[in-house]
């Protein structure tokens, strides 16, 4: 059984940094894990992602260079953290997971998501 729990999410100003954390169960070592964003009236938008047996890492242009992703040593957490917040990342952000080889989805497993805003 997976479940997924996000937080760390908040109000910040434009430049802030933030660290997001995705309690996770039930992962195995074949999963990938990632984040998606979805902003007001907008499709859900691609972040970043990992596998979580090997640490490969793939990231959104719009990102790259800003955010970085990674598991803790006993494959039970998933971070994102943000550096340079622009308000274009206001968004509510959510991890995910699934059994597969891309990993830019699809993803089965979400969690609940947890709401950044990043004021000018």
């Known amino acids: 059984q997976v479940q997924l729990v996000e937080s760390g999410g908040g109000l910040v100003q434009t430049g802030a940094s933030l660290r997001l954390s995705c309690a996770a169960s039930g992962i195995l070592a074949g999963y990938n894990m990632g984040w998606f964003r979805q902003a007001p009236g907008k499709e859900c938008e691609f972040v970043a992602a990992i596998s979580w047996a090997f640490g490969v890492t793939a990231y959104s242009d719009v990102v790259k260079d800003r955010f970085t992703i990674a598991r803790n040593n006993a494959k039970t957490t998933l971070s994102l953290h943000m550096n340079s917040l622009k308000p274009e990342d206001t968004a509510v952000y959510y991890c995910?997971?699934?059994?597969?080889?891309?990993?830019?989805?699809?993803?089965?497993?979400w969690g609940q998501g947890t709401q950044v805003t990043v004021s000018s």
């Open positions: 995910m997971a699934e059994c597969g080889s891309e990993l830019r989805g699809p993803y089965r497993y």
